[in-house]
């Protein structure tokens, strides 16, 4: 309220004038489409708790990532390699599925 004193100081303008009715009749336009737009407008709140929770579950799993690749890196004889003629047999397997699946649809 200090600056429409300031602002009716400034320019003379009187207490019934046609300007302050008009502001205060914009005043009230604004205020009425500004809560149409936050009953519109979905509350971020749910979202910030969401991304929160998201953060969380991804540092949880990246120590328990790292906690994993330090047993492996502890125990390398945990890790066990598949023979390059097992891989490539898997591979034509799949292929051939794959064929005879699109052929039934």
Known sequence: MLAIKNWREKYKI????????LLELFRIH???????????MPSLDQFRQDIASTVE???SLKEQTAKVLKAL??????VKTIPLAAAIFAVFAA???GILIAKAL
């Open 14 to 21: 009187q207490e019934g004038d046609t300007t302050l009715l």
């Open 57 to 59: 579950a991804s540092k």
């Open 30 to 40: 604004q205020d009425h489409w500004d809560e149409l737009r936050r009953r519109q």
């Open 73 to 78: 890196n502890v125990h390398p004889a945990a």
């Open 95 to 97: 292929l051939f599925a």
